[in-house]
């Protein structure tokens, strides 16, 4: 059982940055490919980016590319996301979640076992 907790999160201005950190436990961290996904009021949860266990191999949604990246310290157990030109629209719950297909990044909710508690983001215009 993998437990996930998010942290990082917090008011920000348009145009600002931030760096979202997601540490791991109770399971073999570098087993698994690493994804966030955040979730804004009334709307689905959906994909932001992924990174496998390597770190060799990431995927971003569209509407993050060119302003965050994804990347992992498997001595540290922790993935982290950096999102810079941050806009109202990137306000949301930000979650972690693991998939054991640690060979490619998923951008379906279904194919991660393990996720966080969230930590929310919000961009003030």
């Known amino acids: 059982q993998v437990q996930l907790v998010e942290s990082g999160g917090g008011l920000v201005q348009a145009g600002g940055s931030l760096r979202l950190s997601c540490v791991a436990s109770?399971?073999?961290?570098?087993?698994?490919?690493m994804g966030w996904f955040r979730q804004a009021p009334g709307k689905e949860r959906e994909f932001v980016a992924g990174i496998t266990w390597s770190g060799l191999s990431t995927s971003y949604a569209d509407s993050v590319k060119g302003r965050a990246t994804i990347s992992r310290d498997n001595a540290k157990n922790t993935v982290y996301l950096q999102m810079k030109s941050l806009k109202p629209e990137d306000t949301a719950d930000y979650y972690c979640?693991?998939?054991?297909?640690?060979?490619?990044?998923?951008?379906?909710?279904?194919?991660?076992?393990?996720w966080g508690q969230g930590t929310q983001v919000t961009v003030s215009s």
């Open positions: 109770g399971g073999t961290f570098s087993r698994y490919t």
């Open positions: 979640a693991a998939d054991s297909s640690r060979w490619r990044v998923n951008s379906y909710t279904s194919e991660y076992e393990y």
